[in-house]
């Protein structure tokens, strides 16, 4: 049977087991970053103002920034018994 565990580290260092609320708001959380970086990209071919495009830029680049965290977060904090 395989087993899917999760972990964070709690304040205290030791790991404790991420609970539902928190593995759907990483889940939900990569979904809308995702969404945001396709709007970005949809805003950048029509907009026209140099400086706006800097701003839409650069907060698309702090979105795939977040995006990437959270797919390593979500990578590393979820494993899968040895044994499947």
């Not at 304040?11 to 709007?39: C, H, M, Q």
């Not at 800097?54 to 979820?78: A, P, Q, V, W």
Request: with cysteine.
């Amino acid at each position: 049977m395989c087993k899917k565990t999760t972990s964070y580290n709690s304040s205290d260092g030791k790991k404790r087991p991420l609970n539902a609320v928190e593995l759907t708001e990483i889940f939900f959380s990569i979904e809308r970053t995702y969404f945001l970086v396709l709007l970005c990209m949809d805003l950048l071919q029509v907009i026209k103002d140099k400086e706006i495009k800097n701003y839409i830029k650069d907060g698309m680049e702090i979105s795939e920034k977040k995006l990437t965290f959270l797919m390593t977060f979500k990578k590393r904090r979820t494993s899968w018994d040895s044994s499947c």
